[in-house]
């Protein structure tokens, strides 16, 4: 954690903008100097200037008494501190490499490669990805839970087995995402997702906390208590606001209904906090929903869902959302709460560069059929549905990789463009852009797939946190 220039507030390592006050932050080892104590800020190597930049790794050279790694004339690296992903179909934002190799050092990609690197046999750590595919690692900015384990009400170790779990997935970024609750147990979950972001894990990074919020439409409020829902100038409201403000560094999105009373005020009062709002749950109609974007909301919340359908003569929150091409939008992608031919026209109406794909899961994911409470309500699992007893469709039980091979199985769609939606869009929505993407300098978050799409291995920050 660094203090911003502007405001002080401490901002992660993986952060463009002041979580805070949103400046822009410096550019990482802007000014720094040899002998600068640099060993734990994370940044050791990228496109900026710093004591390892990246480079040819066909630049190895033998130095004293054993053999080191010389990348383009930085400081020599011990082959022990690299690591060779060689051989692998790789996935780069706008090239595929088949096949190409990448180098990992000190959590970080120091190198892109044509064509398969042999084994140096020099002490570095080698693996042979032939016939694999090698893309971003997935985000999900959209989660609350899985295997049993529900975000409002996890603790600690449960948010550390939420990322082990997570990781055997795919996904090496996950922003965990709350239902509509009380200020007590809010506290303790921004508590919580405060603490297991400071600490190192071996599962996916938690990015912070979405909160589906309180502030949204009672008409769709879908699987959300309804008891738990305000205006956000209600008196009520107050108590919620203060932890949004004293946790603000913790809370990456949260979802609004642009139409509730008080709703466009609470947006700018997010946005000068840093805090991304995404529109949803919304009766909003079209007029509404631009004054929400207007105001500063940047995202729309699975789009579709948990609101008013597209008509040609009231285009709402959904017409509202497409038209705008700034505007990220979600969608669940299960195949069951959008239909797949409606998945394929939004995609390509609005650009794989602004769909960020999300699960939406619930603590039954990964589960099968069954019975469990999911924000105080009874949910049941038939069928690979989860229902509340109403019948409403209470969230999915898919996972990232399952969205994968949904989206290019089923639908058809380019692998390159799907690892956008679940990688790259993601990030760039959060306004981050060291994640989510293979690059030189980009923190070593990989995924290593099968001929089927499934998971083989997951790398975060260049540690292996999972293999099959």
């Known amino acids: 954690m660094k203090p911003c220039p502007a405001c002080g507030a401490e901002y992660d390592v993986i952060d463009a903008i002041c979580p805070r006050?949103?400046?822009?932050?410096?550019a990482p080892?802007?000014?720094?100097?040899e002998g600068d104590d640099d060993a734990d800020d994370g940044y050791d190597t990228g496109e900026f200037p710093n004591p390892v930049p990246a480079g040819d790794a066909d630049s190895r050279t033998i130095m004293g008494d054993g053999s080191v790694w010389q990348l383009a004339g930085s400081q020599a690296l011990p082959p022990s501190m690299v690591t060779i992903l060689a051989g692998a179909e790789v996935y780069l934002e706008e090239e595929v490499l088949s096949p190409g190799s990448v180098l990992l050092a000190q959590g970080r990609i120091v190198s892109i490669q044509h064509g398969a690197i042999p084994d140096p046999q020099d002490g570095s750590t080698f693996i042979d990805l032939t016939?694999?595919?090698l893309a971003p690692g997935f985000i999900d900015i959209h989660s609350h839970g899985m295997m049993g384990i529900d975000t409002n009400e996890a603790g600690l170790e449960e948010f550390q087995h939420l990322a082990r779990e997570a990781a055997r997935y795919g996904v090496t970024a996950l922003v965990p995402t709350t239902v509509a609750c009380g200020a007590a147990e809010l506290s303790r979950v921004l508590q919580h997702i405060h603490t297991v972001r400071e600490k190192v894990g071996d599962g996916a990074r938690i990015l912070g906390v979405h909160l589906e919020s309180n502030f949204i439409s009672p008409r769709f409020k879908g699987a959300q208590p309804a008891e738990a829902l305000m205006a956000p100038d209600d008196?009520?409201?107050w108590p919620l606001?203060?932890?949004i403000d004293d946790y603000a560094e913790d809370i990456r999105i949260i979802t609004v209904a642009p139409e509730v009373p008080g709703a466009l005020e609470l947006i700018s009062w997010l946005c000068e906090r840093g805090i991304i709002v995404s529109l949803g749950h919304s009766a909003a109609t079209y007029e509404e929903a631009v004054a929400g974007f207007d105001a500063g909301a940047t995202?729309?919340?699975?789009l579709f869902n948990a609101m008013p359908p597209l008509h040609h003569r009231a285009p709402g929150?959904?017409?509202?959302?497409?038209?705008?091409?700034e505007v990220f939008t979600e969608l669940i992608c299960d195949g069951m709460h959008i239909h797949p031919a409606v998945l394929s026209t939004i995609i390509s109406a609005k650009g794989a560069d602004r769909i960020m794909a999300v699960t939406d899961s619930l603590r039954g994911a990964g589960m099968g059929p069954g019975e469990f409470m999911q924000g105080g309500q009874h949910v049941t699992v038939q069928n690979n549905i989860a229902q509340l007893d109403n019948g409403t469709i209470a969230g999915s039980l898919t996972?990232?990789?399952?969205i994968v091979r949904l989206l290019v199985g089923q639908l058809g769609w380019d692998v390159g463009e799907t690892f956008l939606m679940v990688s790259t869009t993601p990030a760039t929505g959060l306004g981050l852009h060291e994640i989510g993407r293979i690059a030189p300098g980009a923190m070593a978050d990989l995924v290593v797939l099968d001929e089927a799409l499934l998971v083989e291995m997951t790398f975060v920050g260049g540690r292996l946190v999972y293999q099959r």
């Open 29 to 33: 080892y802007e000014g720094w100097k």
């Open 317 to 325: 929150l959904v017409g509202a959302a497409l038209e705008n091409d």
């Open 299 to 302: 995202q729309a919340t699975h």
């Open 399 to 402: 996972t990232m990789d399952a």
């Open 21 to 26: 006050c949103g400046t822009e932050l410096p």
């Open 241 to 243: 606001r203060k932890l």
């Open 235 to 237: 008196e009520q409201a």
């Open 131 to 133: 016939g694999k595919t």
